[in-house]
C-alpha cells in the first residue's frame, strides 16, 4: 500500500478515493473479538449501577467549539440507545487525546483523523473506526468529506496563497491534519516549505485561529470547513469577518472512534445505534441541529491521503512548517 500511495500522489490518490466515495459508503474492518469483558455495558441491556462509565474524548477538529453541546447530546443519545453512562471531555490537545486513548484512560473519540493514523499504526492499533459524518451542506455532494479552507481577514489585499509571502500564519495543533499535516504538504508542494512565512503562531483551536485572522493578530490559517461552516450558520464569532483564500480538498472527514479494548459486542452496538441515527427522529432531530445528514461506516484505508502527506513530509526532510 505504502508503494502505491508513493507512486500515485497525494491528490491522484485523494481523486480516488473521493470516487470511490461517491459510489458507496466504506466498510469498516472486522474487529477482534478476543477483547476483555466488560460486565454490564451489553447492547440493550439496562445500566448497571456498579458499572464504571464509558469515558469519550472529543477534539475541537470535529466540531465548533460554540457546537459541542450538540455532539454531546448526540454521545448522550448513544448512551440511552444503550444502557450504559458516557462521560464526555473536551478542549484537550490533540497529543493529549491520543495519550488517552493509547493507555485506556478514554474507550471513545470523535477525533482528528491525523491523530487517528497515528494510533492505528501503532504496533498494536489503539483505535478502531466507528464512522465518519456525512454534512448537509451541497458543497460536501452526500460524501463523508471535508475541506482544509485558508482563511484571511475580508478586507486583506492577499488574492493567492503567493500573497502571503513573509506573512504571519496562524495553525491549531501540530497534530491537526486541517490545520498542520495538509497545509504543510501544500507548501512543499509549492517550493514554500522553507521561510513563506514570517512569524507562525499556534492557537489550539480552529475557532481562536478565525479570531486572529479577524482581529489581524495573524493573517492566514488553514481551517476546517466544519467549523467554518457551522460558526458562519449560527453567526458565531467571528467567522462572518473571514473568506476563503483556497481549499485543500476533499478530504476524509474526521471519525469516531473507540478502544480495541472495549468487547467487540459492545462496539458492534454503538456502531449500528451511531449509523441508524437518521432513521429515528429523536436522532434525527439531532443530527438536524449539527447539520450532519447521517454518519456512514469508514475503513482505515480512507485515511491513507492523511498518512502520504506525513510520508511526503519525511522524505522531504520538513518536520515543521517553518
Not at 466498510?27 to 448497571?48: H, M
Given at each position: 500500500m505504502r508503494a502505491y500511495l508513493k507512486s500515485l500522489g497525494v491528490w491522484g490518490f485523494l481523486g480516488a478515493l473521493v470516487g470511490a466515495t461517491a459510489i458507496g459508503v466504506?466498510?469498516?474492518?472486522?474487529?477482534?473479538?478476543?477483547?476483555?469483558?466488560?460486565?454490564?455495558?451489553?447492547?440493550?441491556?439496562?445500566?448497571?449501577?456498579?458499572?464504571?462509565?464509558?469515558?469519550?474524548?472529543?477534539?475541537?477538529?470535529?466540531?465548533?467549539?460554540?457546537?459541542?453541546?450538540?455532539?454531546?447530546?448526540?454521545?448522550?443519545?448513544?448512551?440511552?440507545?444503550?444502557?450504559?453512562?458516557?462521560?464526555?471531555?473536551?478542549g484537550l490537545a490533540y497529543s493529549t487525546i491520543n495519550s488517552m486513548l493509547q493507555t485506556g484512560a478514554v474507550e471513545l473519540g470523535f477525533i482528528c483523523g491525523f491523530p487517528y493514523t497515528m494510533l492505528r499504526d501503532e504496533p498494536t492499533p489503539r483505535a478502531e473506526l466507528v464512522g465518519a459524518p456525512i454534512m448537509t451542506y451541497p458543497r460536501y455532494g452526500g460524501r463523508p468529506v471535508y475541506f482544509a479552507d485558508l482563511v484571511v481577514r475580508n478586507e486583506s489585499p492577499y488574492h493567492s496563497l503567493d500573497d502571503l509571502r513573509g506573512r504571519t500564519l496562524v495553525y491549531n495543533d501540530e497534530r491537526s491534519h486541517t490545520g498542520y499535516n495538509a497545509p504543510r504538504h501544500r507548501l512543499i508542494e509549492r517550493g514554500f516549505a522553507s521561510g513563506f512565512f514570517s512569524k507562525i503562531v499556534r492557537s489550539g483551536s480552529h475557532e481562536e485561529s478565525i479570531r486572529m485572522v479577524a482581529t489581524g493578530e495573524a493573517d492566514a490559517s488553514w481551517v476546517d470547513s466544519l467549523v467554518l461552516d457551522y460558526d458562519r450558520e449560527k453567526r458565531i464569532g467571528r467567522a462572518g469577518e473571514v473568506r476563503v483564500l483556497e481549499s485543500l480538498g476533499p478530504m476524509t472527514v474526521s471519525p469516531v472512534v473507540v478502544s480495541p479494548d472495549?468487547?467487540?459486542?459492545?462496539?458492534?452496538?454503538?456502531?449500528?445505534?451511531?449509523?441508524?441515527?437518521?432513521?429515528?427522529?429523536?436522532?434525527?432531530?439531532?443530527?438536524?441541529?449539527?447539520?450532519?445528514?447521517?454518519?456512514?461506516?469508514?475503513?482505515?484505508?480512507?485515511?491513507?491521503?492523511?498518512?502520504?502527506?506525513k510520508i511526503t513530509a519525511e522524505k522531504a526532510g520538513i518536520a515543521a512548517i517553518r
Open positions: 466504506f466498510l469498516i474492518e472486522p474487529t477482534d473479538a478476543r477483547t476483555p469483558e466488560r460486565p454490564g455495558l451489553v447492547a440493550g441491556a439496562a445500566p448497571v449501577k456498579d458499572a464504571r462509565p464509558m469515558r469519550m474524548v472529543m477534539s475541537g477538529a470535529f466540531v465548533s467549539e460554540s457546537g459541542v453541546n450538540l455532539y454531546e447530546e448526540i454521545v448522550q443519545y448513544l448512551a440511552r440507545k444503550n444502557g450504559i453512562t458516557i462521560e464526555v471531555t473536551t472495549l468487547p467487540a459486542e459492545l462496539r458492534a452496538a454503538l456502531q449500528r445505534t451511531l449509523l441508524g441515527m437518521h432513521q429515528e427522529p429523536e436522532g434525527k432531530r439531532l443530527l438536524d441541529a449539527a447539520f450532519i445528514a447521517r454518519f456512514v461506516k469508514v475503513e482505515d484505508a480512507a485515511y491513507d491521503d492523511h498518512r502520504l502527506m
